[in-house]
């Protein structure tokens, strides 16, 4: 039992079921057999997104999941696998490293006991020695930030990831560090993209970041791309959690530009009989233009389609004025529908029972049913006293105080609790 749940549990981790570390890949060969593997290339992946390939030179059974050490520059470093197979390749390839001329380091082992419990006080380190190194960098007036340090599984070297607008010469830095923390120190400068990335983090559209997840390359993005797309040049709506332009904004930038070829020019203004009209704002997919009579403010809105517009154009460069803007009739703006409770799903009393009326009669009849050649007699007051009713006849039911008579005592005057007919 305790083995079908080690398999389940590892295979949990290796069909990436849940993302167990930034830059995830879902390995859609997984199912295959094992000498389905052409290739003994690995991905391993450290601290963050920082990831590497690797040669499996000893032949070792390695499945995605394993803690492996590897070689380094000096000592050894431990890390995970993440993909193995064929899919390797194709990240290679996906990243422009070429098979035949990239130097591989080679795999040694799985890691041992004793390599793990070096590796966690080196990740235990990292932390404080991050915020120590701010400190040094600080006291000696270094224009830079550090990011993130990530120290090597054999504890013999340590990463320091910082950002910097202008080149910073830090050799008093290293100097100071390396007799700080005893270790070999290494810089190195990224982007503040990527420095999100190996943070990570939730983005406004409520999924983790691009660059945390599936983003490697960082295309520079520019304000244009807000301008192409119609969206409102507001800076705190289009930077990301880097301070930067969000990175999705050149995701449909083709698309609207493919869209925008045949749209006329928006400084272009359309002179009618009743005015001028200047542009106001575009749909692209609809192919529908507003235009305003004032060329500040939104005054007397005219929607028109693409066509018209180009129709209109061209009769003002012959020098002729249209009589309308708009030859089809202008559609009512419609108000968005809003949320309506309509089939009472939402109501907290629809799980309490209802209660059920029950049916009084006005009088009691006589002798328990009344006579089927007898007519109801009209409702009245005086039914109420019961006026009407014959000498010997019970009193009438009181609505008021409603007494229930016992079931033996219903069976004594017959049937259900009602006298015999006779």
Same mark, same amino acid.
């Given at each position: 039992?305790?083995?079908?749940?080690?398999?389940?549990?590892?295979?949990?981790?290796?069909?990436?079921?849940?993302?167990?570390?930034?830059?995830?890949?879902?390995?859609?060969?997984?199912?295959?057999?094992?000498?389905?593997?052409?290739?003994?290339?690995?991905?391993?992946?450290?601290?963050?997104?920082?990831?590497?390939?690797?040669? &499996?030179?000893?032949?070792?059974?390695?499945?995605? @999941?394993?803690?492996?050490?590897?070689?380094?520059?000096?000592?050894?470093?431990?890390?995970?696998?993440?993909?193995?197979?064929?899919? /390797?390749?194709?990240?290679?390839?996906?990243?422009?490293?070429?098979?035949?001329?990239?130097?591989?380091?080679?795999?040694?082992?799985?890691?041992?006991?004793?390599?793990?419990?070096?590796?966690?006080?080196?990740?235990?380190?990292?932390?404080?020695?991050?915020?120590?190194?701010?400190?040094?960098?600080?006291?000696?007036?270094?224009?830079?930030?550090?990011?993130?340090?990530?120290?090597?599984?054999?504890?013999?070297?340590?990463?320091?990831?910082?950002?910097?607008?202008?080149?910073?010469?830090?050799?008093?830095?290293?100097?100071?560090?390396?007799?700080?923390?005893? /270790?070999?120190?290494?810089?190195?400068?990224?982007?503040?993209?990527?420095?999100?990335?190996?943070?990570?983090?939730?983005?406004?559209?409520?999924?983790?970041?691009?660059?945390?997840?599936?983003?490697?390359?960082?295309?520079?993005?520019?304000?244009?791309?807000?301008?192409?797309?119609?969206?409102?040049? &507001?800076?705190?709506?289009?930077?990301?959690?880097?301070?930067?332009?969000?990175?999705? #904004?050149?995701?449909?930038?083709?698309?609207?530009?493919?869209?925008?070829?045949?749209?006329?020019?928006?400084?272009? /203004?359309?002179?009618?009989?009743?005015?001028?009209?200047?542009?106001?704002?575009?749909?692209?997919?609809?192919?529908?233009?507003?235009?305003?009579?004032?060329?500040?403010?939104?005054? @007397?809105?005219?929607?028109?389609?693409?066509?018209?517009?180009?129709?209109?154009?061209?009769?003002?460069?012959?020098?002729?004025?249209?009589?309308?803007?708009? &030859?089809?009739?202008?559609?009512?703006?419609?108000?968005?529908?809003?949320?309506?409770?309509?089939? @009472?799903?939402?109501? #907290?009393?629809?799980?309490?029972?209802?209660?059920?009326?029950?049916?009084?009669?006005?009088?009691?009849?006589?002798?328990?049913?009344?006579?089927?050649?007898?007519?109801?007699?009209?409702?009245?007051?005086?039914?109420?006293?019961?006026?009407?009713?014959?000498?010997?006849?019970?009193?009438?039911?009181?609505?008021?105080?409603?007494?229930?008579?016992?079931?033996?005592?219903?069976?004594?005057?017959?049937?259900?609790?009602?006298?015999?007919?006779?």
């Amino acid at each position: 039992m305790e083995e079908v749940i080690q398999d389940t549990e590892k295979k949990g981790c290796s069909g990436c079921a849940s993302r167990c570390g930034k830059l995830n890949v879902y390995d859609w060969l997984d199912d295959l057999p094992a000498n389905m593997n052409t290739t003994d290339i690995v991905e391993i992946q450290f601290k963050n997104t920082r990831k590497g390939y690797y040669r &499996n030179s000893n032949g070792l059974r390695i499945e995605k @999941g394993d803690v492996v050490a590897v070689e380094a520059s000096p000592g050894h470093d431990i890390g995970t696998v993440t993909l193995t197979g064929e899919l /390797v390749l194709l990240q290679m390839k996906k990243h422009n490293i070429k098979l035949d001329t990239f130097e591989f380091k080679r795999v040694y082992r799985k890691a041992k006991p004793v390599d793990i419990e070096k590796w966690d006080e080196a990740r235990a380190l990292e932390h404080e020695t991050m915020l120590e190194s701010r400190r040094i960098a600080e006291r000696l007036k270094l224009d830079m930030k550090i990011g993130d340090v990530e120290y090597q599984g054999d504890k013999t070297k340590a990463i320091f990831y910082y950002i910097a607008d202008e080149r910073v010469d830090f050799r008093q830095l290293i100097k100071v560090l390396a007799e700080t923390f005893r /270790v070999r120190i290494e810089m190195r400068q990224i982007g503040a993209r990527q420095e999100a990335g190996r943070i990570g983090g939730i983005g406004p559209c409520g999924r983790e970041l691009c660059c945390s997840t599936w983003m490697t390359n960082f295309v520079s993005v520019t304000t244009n791309a807000a301008r192409y797309q119609e969206i409102s040049l &507001n800076p705190q709506k289009l930077a990301g959690q880097c301070g930067k332009l969000k990175c999705c #904004l050149n995701y449909e930038l083709d698309a609207y530009i493919d869209a925008q070829q045949d749209f006329p020019k928006t400084n272009i /203004v359309l002179e009618t009989v009743d005015g001028n009209y200047y542009h106001f704002k575009t749909d692209i997919f609809s192919r529908t233009m507003w235009y305003s009579t004032d060329k500040d403010i939104p005054a @007397g809105i005219v929607t028109v389609s693409v066509d018209r517009v180009k129709e209109v154009i061209r009769q003002n460069r012959k020098g002729k004025k249209v009589e309308r803007l708009a &030859n089809e009739v202008q559609k009512p703006l419609v108000a968005e529908p809003t949320y309506d409770n309509v089939i @009472g799903q939402e109501s #907290l009393t629809r799980f309490d029972e209802q209660k059920k009326k029950r049916r009084r009669n006005s009088r009691r009849k006589n002798g328990g049913q009344q006579k089927p050649d007898a007519k109801p007699e009209a409702k009245t007051s005086d039914n109420k006293q019961g006026a009407s009713q014959p000498a010997g006849a019970k009193k009438p039911f009181n609505k008021s105080k409603r007494r229930f008579r016992p079931n033996n005592q219903r069976k004594q005057q017959g049937g259900n609790g009602q006298n015999k007919k006779e």
